[in-house]
């Protein structure tokens, strides 16, 4: 199940990256839909079961590694398996995606 929105840790950005996922020794063709520092939500035609191994590929960063958490017919939900320090390092400064702030109480 995917997490709610006030769950999120880490800001989610929307981008439309074409990328490449290595799966099972198949690669799909597919777009980064949106990212974050700990995973991301990828359009892809194939439908994957939870817990499967993957790496996404995509100019913007290179290789990541992560499982699949979440999947329906048009998209997956991947969990990245890298500290979320070493996926914003990799993403450098093309989008915010540092920890979400806690509200302050009123």
């Not at 950005?13 to 290595?22: D, I």
């Not at 790496?55 to 890298?82: H, K, L, M």
Request: aromatic share 8%.
């Amino acid at each position: 199940m995917a997490g709610t929105i006030k769950d999120r840790r880490y800001h989610r950005t929307t981008v439309l990256w074409p990328a490449t996922l290595l799966c099972r020794n198949n690669t799909f063709e597919c777009v980064i839909f949106n990212i974050s520092a700990n995973g991301a939500k990828v359009m892809l035609t194939n439908s994957l079961e939870t817990k499967t191994p993957v790496i996404i590929s995509a100019a913007q960063f290179g290789d990541i590694a992560g499982e699949v958490v979440w999947s329906n017919p048009q998209a997956i939900g991947i969990r990245f398996f890298a500290p979320p320090e070493d996926v914003v390092r990799a993403l450098g400064d093309r989008l915010p995606l540092g920890p979400v702030k806690a509200e302050s109480a009123a």
